[in-house]
């Protein structure tokens, strides 16, 4: 019996950048020939918990209104996508978005959302349910951004494969992310761009030289190139150490990229974070769609 891929979960609220998003996840969603979980979600007020107060007809007009619009949305993406064998199951909830899109991480193979959705603030980088998901989702997680391109099967049309670009260090959630840009990249027929940032070692003074760049950079070139050794045959991964901090070689790296992937977390988290500081900024700042992978 063959499996049945895990389903991809995208989150919308009528929001440009939601619309950029269920677009995104509808082409991930037909490449892997997985069915597509569209949820979008109506507010609630806090006296809405008390059963005397609460107004059934006003709940009502509000989900099926929700439906409404969330339905016709999925029929401009399903026309434009000119796919009709993606399975699509629509569904409305109550309350915070963020909420029920993790719990429909614990079974999806996939979650993606928008960078920002209609309750951002213009100057709001990255909203509310972007960051909860990012952070707690239970499955890799893709955050869009606004006019991102939505990437199609290989064809022998493209000028030049598409790129995957992938922080590594020698971390297990490194390990991960790497192991999901190969997956990610084999969909697409892209190349797959392992980066490894080294930083310049600390001086106190001129004196003060503990050893050359160039012999810093070969020991990262080397633990990465183990790493990447370890993957199936003819994954068409390369490797590359660039100096600097890896929030700045990363998002520079992106620029041009079909996803950057990194891992949530990194050696040097601070006991308690959810989401480390590069994965967070590149969730942030990154020029292509970011997949946050965890461990």
Do not use: I, K, N
């Not at 996939?110 to 100057?123: A, D, I, K, M, T």
């Not at 070969?218 to 633990?223: D, K, Q, S």
């Amino acid at each position: 019996m063959s499996a049945v891929p895990r389903p991809v979960v995208v989150g919308v609220d009528g929001s440009p950048g939601g619309r950029t998003a269920l677009e995104w996840a509808w082409a991930a969603a037909a490449r892997r020939g997985a069915p597509l979980r569209v949820v979008s979600a109506f507010p609630v007020d806090d006296y809405w918990s008390d059963v005397l107060l609460l107004d059934e007809g006003r709940v009502e007009a509000l989900r099926s209104a929700t439906a409404a619009r969330l339905t016709a949305l999925v029929a401009e993406v399903r026309a434009a996508a000119g796919d009709p064998e993606v399975q699509v199951e629509e569904r409305v909830v109550a309350g915070a978005p963020a909420e029920h899109l993790v719990g429909l991480s614990e079974d999806a193979g996939l979650l993606v959302v928008g960078s920002r959705g209609r309750g951002g603030v213009r100057s709001t980088l990255l909203g509310s349910v972007a960051l909860h998901c990012a952070t707690s989702a239970r499955c890799p997680v893709v955050v869009v951004h606004p006019g991102a391109a939505v990437l199609s099967p290989p064809s022998g049309e493209r000028s030049s494969p598409p790129r995957v670009v992938v922080g590594v260090d020698d971390s297990d959630t490194t390990r991960a992310a790497l192991a999901h840009a190969v997956a990610f990249g084999d969909e697409l027929g892209a190349e797959v761009e392992a980066v490894l940032a080294v930083q310049p070692p600390v001086r106190w003074s001129e004196v003060d030289v503990v050893a050359p760049l160039p012999a810093a950079q070969e020991r990262a070139l080397a633990r990465a190139r183990d790493m990447v050794a370890g993957l199936p045959a003819g994954s068409r991964v390369s490797v590359l150490a660039a100096e600097g901090p890896a929030v700045a070689v990363l998002t520079e790296r992106s620029e041009g990229a079909a996803l950057l992937v990194v891992g949530s977390r990194s050696r040097s988290r601070l006991p308690g974070m959810l989401l480390g500081s590069v994965a967070l900024h590149c969730v942030v700042h990154g020029r292509c769609p970011v997949m946050v992978v965890h461990s």
